[in-house]
């Protein structure tokens, strides 16, 4: 498939946060994350797209952003495998492993850090990389898919895209290792921390 890029424009609403925009050949989608009842708080994140499958990332804890640490991802309701890793405090050594049935990807924090900041979903072949869009009026984030990116590669990196990915950064880090040395110990949902 030929590389192509995209724009991502802001969905503001009191129960939904989140961006639309077109995907290249694969036409519209949406990616929201939404109020639940149960929480009253974004903690899940919702992709639909005329050609995608639907994802949903829920939020490992309550309140805030949706995050990464014990998270649980879905395409089109089959259980997708998180891995949240980590060798170190640099954002180079962290990532986040991700297995959909024979596929292995891999999600990196690549940008400076912060919120709004850029990320890469990677697997052998194919690459797709959303950056913050500084200086382009009403549009939030731009995106690039080069080589052979299909549905499940977008709707996998769009959905983790609303989620608070602190946990793949150096500040994120060292903010949870001073967490868990004042005793407020964070676990990422398997009982070991990161």
């Not at 954002?91 to 596929?103: F, I, N, P, Q, T």
């Not at 979903?121 to 299909?150: N, W």
């Not at 549905?151 to 950064?169: I, M, R, Y």
């Amino acid at each position: 498939m030929e590389p192509f890029t995209f724009d991502l424009t802001p969905i503001h609403s009191a129960t939904v946060h989140g961006y639309r925009g077109l995907m290249g050949p694969f036409g519209a989608v949406t990616v929201c994350a939404e109020v639940t009842k149960q929480s009253g708080c974004r903690n899940q994140v919702v992709v639909d797209g005329d050609r995608l499958p639907r994802a949903v990332f829920t939020s490992g804890r309550e309140g805030g952003r949706p995050a990464l640490p014990g998270g649980r991802l879905t395409l089109d309701g089959t259980e997708v495998a998180l891995d949240l890793r980590g060798e170190g405090f640099l954002k180079a050594s962290r990532w986040l492993d991700v297995r959909c049935g024979e596929r292995s990807y891999v999600y990196r924090s690549t940008g400076p850090s912060g919120p709004g900041r850029d990320v890469t979903l990677r697997r052998p072949g194919a690459v797709v990389t959303i950056r913050r869009a500084v200086g382009h009026l009403g549009i939030e984030r731009t995106g690039t898919a080069e080589g052979s990116v299909d549905a499940t590669d977008l709707a996998v990196a769009l959905v983790l895209e609303p989620a608070d990915t602190s946990a793949l950064t150096r500040a994120g880090t060292l903010l949870d290792a001073s967490i868990g040395i004042l005793g407020f110990r964070d676990t990422r949902g398997d009982g070991r921390t990161v």
